[in-house]
């Protein structure tokens, strides 16, 4: 069974940065891919993020390609999200999920996640 815990939410003006920490308590980290959520009030969970077991391949939705940057540190079992130039879109509940297996989020965001956190939420408003 394996557990994730997501940090780092908050509330942030326009512009400002935030960096968002999904600890993964169980089986070793390599060998689940992990994935970056977010869901704002009345509308479907988005795709923002995803990164292989082996941390070489990653992948970022288009609304937030070249502000968020996603990275894992296998010694600390934690995934992180970076995330630079906050919009007022980028506000909602934050998820981290994972996925047992090396293809994982080798080609693109994996929406088929097993394992899920309990959310942070990220506010962008001035």
């Known amino acids: 069974q394996l557990q994730l815990v997501e940090s780092g939410g908050g509330m942030v003006q326009p512009g400002g940065t935030l960096r968002l920490a999904c600890v993964v308590s169980g089986p070793g980290l390599q060998y689940f891919g992990i994935g970056w959520f977010r869901q704002a009030p009345g509308k479907n969970r988005e795709g923002v993020s995803c990164?292989?077991?082996?941390?070489?391949?990653?992948h970022y939705g288009d609304s937030v390609k070249g502000r968020f940057t996603i990275t894992r540190d296998s010694a600390k079992n934690t995934v992180y999200l970076q995330m630079n130039n906050l919009k007022s879109e980028d506000t909602g509940v934050y998820y981290c999920?994972?996925?047992?297996?090396?293809?994982?989020?080798?080609?693109?965001?994996?929406?088929?996640?097993?394992?899920w956190g309990e959310g942070t939420q990220v506010t962008v408003s001035s």
């Open positions: 990164i292989t077991g082996s941390g070489k391949t990653t």
């Open positions: 999920g994972a996925k047992s297996g090396g293809y994982v989020c080798l080609n693109g965001i994996d929406y088929g996640m097993d394992y």
